[in-house]
């Protein structure tokens, strides 16, 4: 299968040297690795074992890649007034194009602008970074939870998640994407938001005991913001958020990407993972005023370092 | 009249020096200027017109001042454990106490140690800070509400209202001294917090829209908590909200004592400010979640300085 792959930091150049390395036909968007990846290629550490792909196609624009069959979009969400003319070019008559970037609202610009049947999302639990150019590291996890963005459990989707299984990615399609994008949010939301306000890795924060009522309180929120969109089937508030709240004990100070972002003063992903979502959940007569507090409170930094 | 000072800072040592002032017998208790005051007096720069006391009945122990008809607290609050002992070699038959202390929670433990009927309570409205020992500086206001923790307009609240008065200070009496504590809260609990937590002046933060949403919500939250405790009248939640805002966009860069306290790495005062207006509102079934959310996260700075 021949695919692009538009937004190649961490996660876009690690999923696509996996599909490389199972046999696809993979092209990477390259800005940043351009140069020391058509040297020397790509070399992926990866706490399932190292490898490099001596032979990488990268290009500097989407025209040079052309048309493809899979688009898939790992382009942080505060880039995406390009996100449209970056997909574009390739864009054939039967592309499908899989989101695997942070929040809500990916799936809906993509639509607008090349059809819903085609846009699918997915949901990344992938703990990665990117090294010096030309490397990527893998630090665990890599599940992805895939669906259309029509709903429903496609062949398509079927056939993705196989792709990816051959590639040695856990991946599941689900019917309900809507559900694994909020299910996920109710981690990100408290995590990355308070971890980047504060300054403060996960543990960290789980220790403060007014912080850690304080996560389960965001998560209830996001859990009732969800539960309002129609879900197929309604999210278990206290359940769910406690198994996220001892998922995430068991991490050892991990610093959410957000902090990092904060912390290098690089701009947050606040529209997808906080704007979007509150307007969500608002339209449905939800309000989530401690999310809408923590948006406040971050939006503010951002003026900081704008 | 005797009056004996407990907490004399920036608060005390002005209402202190503009009552000895008027002609009062005034005491009191100092530490870190008494030796500066009994060299030289006290030095009051007011935007009044500055003065100076030549002598100043200084102490360094209650016990060295003895019974007065007068307490006047004007303690940090995180100092309250030793607020009893610090007050109780003042207390005469007849001595009436009146802490003019932030927040809440201040009259009542006076009370559970002293006799409800010798409390009473003030707000004082007063831009003061110390400047060099023996000196202090009087920035603006100055006003004084002040009512019997039992609430009623006591003959006594009118005399100590007209003792303030003769000293050139504005005050009135009320009769309903919780709604008097709680209305300084409708503007100590968003200014002070958030000042504190994002290290940004009252101009800065009402400059910023997102946090001027947050301040007027804020605002609502303790109204609603206000509301609840059997106000002898409710306060306008709009109304009084938008006044405030009003009033303090009309503040040049001010800088809430709390954001002083936070930059300088002092303990705040979130017990009296945060802590016992959330009790008293949950007492009432009102839920203020912004306000909990606002004290966590500063409660977790708080962890850092120790």
Redesign the interface.
């Known amino acids: 299968m021949r695919i692009g792959i538009i937004g190649a930091g961490a996660l876009g150049l690690y999923y696509g040297a996996m599909l490389q390395r199972s046999g696809q036909d993979v092209h990477f968007l390259l800005r940043r690795d351009y140069q020391a990846i058509q040297k020397r290629g790509l070399q992926v550490y990866s706490c399932h074992g190292d490898f490099h792909l001596a032979q990488i196609s990268g290009h500097q624009t989407p025209q040079e890649i052309g048309t493809v069959d899979l688009v898939i979009v790992g382009l942080k969400t505060i880039s995406n007034h390009h996100l449209i003319d970056l997909v574009r070019p390739l864009i054939g008559t039967e592309t499908a194009i899989l989101t695997l970037q942070n929040g809500l609202g990916n799936e809906e610009l993509l639509a607008a602008a090349f059809g819903r049947e085609r846009v699918l999302g997915g949901v990344a639990f992938l703990c990665s970074n990117r090294g010096k150019s030309g490397t990527v590291h893998h630090l665990g996890e890599g599940k992805i939870r895939l669906g259309e963005f029509s709903g429903g459990l496609s062949q398509r989707s079927h056939k993705l998640a196989e792709l990816f299984r051959a590639a040695s990615i856990a991946c599941d399609a689900v019917s309900d994407l809507r559900r694994a994008r909020w299910e996920k949010l109710v981690w990100n939301i408290p995590f990355n938001g308070l971890s980047a306000?504060?300054g403060?890795d996960v543990t960290d924060i789980l220790n403060?005991p007014?912080?850690k009522?304080?996560v389960e309180?965001l998560m209830l929120e996001v859990i009732a913001g969800a539960n309002a969109q129609g879900l197929e089937e309604p999210i278990d508030g206290p359940e769910f958020s406690q198994q996220l709240i001892s998922f995430t004990e068991n991490m050892d100070h991990y610093r959410p990407s957000m902090m990092i972002d904060r912390e290098e003063a690089l701009p947050l992903e606040l529209e997808a993972i906080y704007s979007i979502p509150l307007q969500q959940a608002m339209a449905v007569g939800i309000n989530m005023?401690?999310i809408?507090?923590?948006?406040?409170?971050l939006?503010?930094?951002e003026?900081d370092s704008a």
């Open positions: 306000l504060l403060k403060h007014p912080s009522v304080l309180d005023p401690q809408k507090m923590l948006y406040a409170l939006d503010f930094g003026n």
